[in-house]
């Protein structure tokens, strides 16, 4: 193994998923739904491999296919207030995680610092490391009070965030919204962000994987449209999360010609090309969800939270409230934090040193064929104790697994 790699050998996910898979359990660990995506996006999809075009079996453009790059800068030109150059200022990869590791290795230099506010989705840390990067780490934290939380409870400290902008930083990560806490970032933290980026000359990757799912009386804003910051922002999509079927693993960064060019260097050498029956049907989705765009009922991009995810969001808070594992209740996407610190449960030593949560859940995956994510796996070695009292469950599952495992937690003792 190269010595790049060396610390990055653990995942979350490897462990997780397997360990849920080998006990049977009630899987509300790792984020995808267990129902099938949207009826439309399927009939699109099955029309497509079946369909006249042979081609549609064959490589495509690198950079994206010409249908998708066109829809995306169709889609995303209204919400980011300019027109955008498909061609130029879009990329497509291999999931948002591509897109992420061509973005990261495409950019950073060995010895650049890269902020990462926590929790952080898992992979940044490795990535950074694995580019030569050094990351800097700056929490969020939750407010301490009684009772259950939003997720707009979990703020950074003005203070934090602006000493870790120093003349090595190169980017900074945000997660809007953000993967564990569903935290929707307001205008000012986004302006303090954006004033620090410039101030420093720093870039800014904003990953907004989740930006469609943003519950009633909630606004996403993306960071690149604030003042001066198109030229300094990738803006990272996925499609596996825009139409819940995270197995077909696009993703996609729009952004500013020369930043944009940098990943298409990277890409070209490395994934080369998506594959193209996947990328013409999320092209058809797309061009169908612009559409209907104005229309709640129909538009996916809107139904999703509004009215599959919501009433599961909520009814996951009421009993995580009831059973006292506190809950952070999300402004958006489909996860949510519940505080562990009162459950009534003695966990045999496994024999690891890791945090608490990582041996909660798996005695809680074993046990009680219940499982989740532990969120340290989202913090620094630095941080890890801010996590270790919660897990993170995820919520776009059949009503049938939630009430199931409301079910569990119900009859804990
Ligand atoms: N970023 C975040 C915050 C995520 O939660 C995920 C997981 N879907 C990704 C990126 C990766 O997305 P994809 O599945 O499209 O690779
Ligand atoms: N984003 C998803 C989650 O947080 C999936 C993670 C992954 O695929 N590695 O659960």
Same mark, same amino acid.
């Given at each position: 193994?190269?010595? =790049?790699?060396?610390?990055?050998?653990?995942?979350?996910?490897?462990?997780?998923?397997? &360990?849920?898979?080998?006990?049977?359990?009630?899987?509300?660990?790792?984020?995808?739904?267990?129902?099938?995506?949207?009826? +439309?996006?399927?009939?699109?999809?099955?029309?497509?491999?079946?369909?006249? /075009?042979?081609?549609?079996?064959?490589?495509? =453009?690198?950079?994206?296919?010409?249908? &998708?790059?066109?829809?995306?800068?169709?889609?995303?030109?209204?919400?980011?207030?300019?027109?955008?150059?498909?061609?130029?200022?879009? @990329?497509?990869?291999?999931?948002?995680?591509?897109?992420?590791?061509?973005?990261?290795?495409? &950019?950073?230099?060995?010895?650049?610092?890269?902020?990462?506010?926590?929790?952080?989705?898992?992979?940044?840390?490795? @990535?950074?490391? $694995?580019?030569?990067?050094?990351?800097?780490? $700056?929490?969020?934290?939750?407010?301490?009070?009684?009772?259950?939380? *939003?997720? /707009?409870?979990?703020?950074?400290?003005? !203070?934090?965030? %602006?000493?870790?902008?120093?003349?090595? *930083?190169?980017?900074? @990560?945000?997660?809007?919204?953000?993967?564990?806490?569903?935290?929707?970032?307001?205008?000012?933290?986004?302006?303090?962000?954006?004033?620090?980026?410039?101030? +420093?000359?720093?870039?800014?990757? %904003?990953?907004?994987?989740?930006?469609?799912?943003?519950?009633?009386? +909630?606004?996403?804003?993306?960071?690149?449209?604030?003042?001066?910051?198109?030229?300094?922002?990738?803006?990272?999509?996925?499609?596996?999360?825009?139409?819940?079927?995270?197995?077909? #693993?696009?993703?996609?960064?729009?952004?500013?010609?020369?930043?944009?060019?940098?990943?298409?260097?990277?890409?070209?050498?490395?994934?080369?090309?998506?594959?193209?029956?996947?990328?013409?049907?999320? %092209?058809?989705?797309?061009?169908? !969800?612009?559409?209907?765009?104005?229309?709640?009922?129909?538009?996916?991009?809107?139904?999703?939270?509004?009215?599959?995810? %919501?009433?599961?969001?909520?009814?996951?808070?009421?009993?995580?409230?009831?059973?006292?594992?506190?809950?952070?209740?999300?402004?958006?996407?489909?996860?949510? @934090?519940?505080?562990?610190?009162?459950?009534?449960?003695?966990?045999?030593?496994?024999?690891?040193?890791?945090?608490?949560?990582?041996?909660?859940?798996?005695?809680?995956?074993?046990?009680? #064929?219940?499982?989740?994510?532990?969120?340290?796996?989202?913090?620094?070695?630095? +941080? #890890?104790?801010?996590?270790?009292?919660?897990?993170?469950?995820?919520?776009?599952? #059949?009503?049938? *697994?939630?009430?199931?495992?409301?079910?569990?937690?119900?009859?804990?003792?």
């Amino acid at each position: 193994m190269s010595n =790049r790699l060396a610390g990055t050998e653990k995942n979350v996910w490897v462990e997780f998923g397997k &360990l849920s898979a080998d006990y049977k359990a009630l899987n509300l660990g790792q984020g995808f739904p267990d129902y099938h995506p949207p009826r +439309h996006v399927l009939d699109i999809f099955a029309k497509l491999v079946v369909g006249d /075009n042979p081609l549609i079996h064959q490589y495509t =453009r690198s950079y994206g296919n010409p249908h &998708l790059v066109t829809t995306l800068a169709k889609l995303y030109g209204p919400i980011m207030g300019r027109e955008i150059d498909p061609m130029t200022e879009v @990329m497509v990869s291999c999931g948002a995680f591509g897109i992420l590791f061509s973005t990261i290795q495409g &950019l950073i230099n060995p010895g650049d610092e890269v902020i990462i506010i926590e929790p952080f989705f898992d992979c940044y840390e490795p @990535m950074v490391r $694995v580019a030569g990067g050094k990351p800097v780490f $700056v929490p969020l934290r939750p407010t301490q009070k009684e009772g259950p939380l *939003t997720s /707009n409870d979990w703020t950074l400290d003005r !203070e934090e965030i %602006a000493k870790a902008f120093n003349s090595n *930083t190169k980017a900074i @990560m945000v997660n809007n919204p953000n993967n564990p806490i569903g935290k929707l970032y307001r205008r000012e933290e986004l302006d303090l962000i954006a004033d620090l980026c410039k101030q +420093h000359d720093v870039l800014c990757i %904003a990953d907004e994987v989740y930006e469609w799912m943003i519950y009633r009386g +909630h606004k996403h804003i993306k960071i690149a449209t604030l003042p001066g910051m198109w030229d300094r922002t990738i803006t990272v999509g996925s499609a596996g999360k825009t139409f819940s079927a995270t197995g077909w #693993k696009l993703g996609w960064a729009v952004g500013p010609q020369p930043l944009i060019k940098t990943l298409m260097v990277l890409h070209q050498n490395s994934i080369y090309t998506c594959p193209t029956p996947i990328q013409e049907a999320v %092209a058809a989705g797309l061009d169908y !969800e612009i559409s209907v765009f104005e229309d709640e009922e129909k538009c996916y991009l809107k139904s999703l939270a509004l009215k599959e995810l %919501a009433p599961k969001r909520d009814a996951l808070a009421q009993v995580l409230t009831e059973v006292g594992l506190t809950p952070t209740v999300p402004e958006a996407g489909y996860f949510m @934090m519940a505080d562990i610190s009162k459950i009534n449960v003695d966990i045999p030593d496994d024999g690891t040193d890791d945090p608490f949560d990582f041996k909660f859940i798996r005695w809680m995956t074993k046990n009680k #064929k219940l499982s989740a994510i532990p969120p340290t796996a989202f913090y620094s070695q630095e +941080h #890890k104790h801010l996590g270790e009292k919660f897990v993170r469950f995820c919520f776009i599952k #059949k009503d049938e *697994t939630l009430e199931a495992a409301a079910k569990v937690l119900r009859d804990w003792k």
